[in-house]
């Protein structure tokens, strides 16, 4: 869409432009909206994580505080409005199991950035190759967001299917 104006457009041609301008104005805002709702449900997520919470609790959180704060004092108010208890935290794993690494790690830890195990697909088996796809990765969130996060930040994961670097490492 170009926003030129010529001396030859007429009247109806340039309302014509106007309201397709406008009306991609307005999808944009909305998508915008959207997204920045998005992002605050996960960083409340985030902060009912981090002080004990059920992450579950902060998607409630933010769809009730759509504009306040997430700050502590605001999320221990709310659990205390609400009832929440903190959930209590993971015990240690016992001596034998420490190596044996997070249960969905292991299942994902032979997987390349292509979506193949090593050895198919013509790649040579790896003994640490620990990257996975996107579908494996988008299951792992929804198991373990903590150790999904910590696979994006490492960039252990494949983030999108056209990825022409899936392969390189």
């Known amino acids: 869409m170009t926003t030129?104006?010529?001396?030859?457009?007429?009247?109806?041609?340039?309302?014509e432009r106007i309201d397709a301008q406008n009306k991609e104005l307005k999808r944009l805002r909305e998508e915008g909206s959207t997204l920045r709702a998005e992002t605050r449900r996960l960083q409340a997520r985030d902060a009912f994580?981090?002080?004990?919470?059920?992450?579950?609790?902060?998607?409630?959180f933010a769809a009730?505080?759509?504009e306040?704060?997430?700050?502590?004092d605001a999320i221990?108010?709310?659990?205390?409005?609400?009832g929440l208890t903190p959930v209590a935290p993971k015990e240690p794993a016992p001596e034998g199991e420490a190596e044996k690494g997070v249960?969905?790690?292991?299942?994902?830890?032979?997987?390349?950035r292509s979506g193949s195990r090593p050895g198919e697909g013509g790649q040579p088996p790896a003994s640490n190759d620990r990257s996975m796809t996107r579908?494996?990765?988008?299951?792992?969130?929804k198991s373990d967001p903590a150790a999904a996060r910590k696979a994006v930040?490492?960039?252990?994961?494949?983030?999108?299917?056209?990825?022409?670097?899936a392969s390189r490492r």
Do not use: C
């Not at 030859?8 to 309302?15: A, C, D, F, V």
């Open 153 to 165: 930040q490492e960039g252990r994961v494949q983030i999108r299917k056209d990825n022409p670097f």
């Open 135 to 141: 579908d494996a990765w988008l299951e792992l969130a």
């Open 49 to 60: 994580r981090e002080a004990g919470f059920q992450p579950v609790h902060g998607d409630l």
């Open 64 to 66: 009730q505080n759509p």
């Open 4 to 15: 030129e104006v010529t001396g030859t457009e007429t009247i109806p041609q340039m309302r």
């Open 76 to 82: 221990v108010g709310f659990a205390q409005t609400y």
């Open 103 to 112: 249960p969905a790690e292991r299942a994902l830890a032979g997987m390349s």
């Open 68 to 72: 306040g704060d997430i700050a502590p």
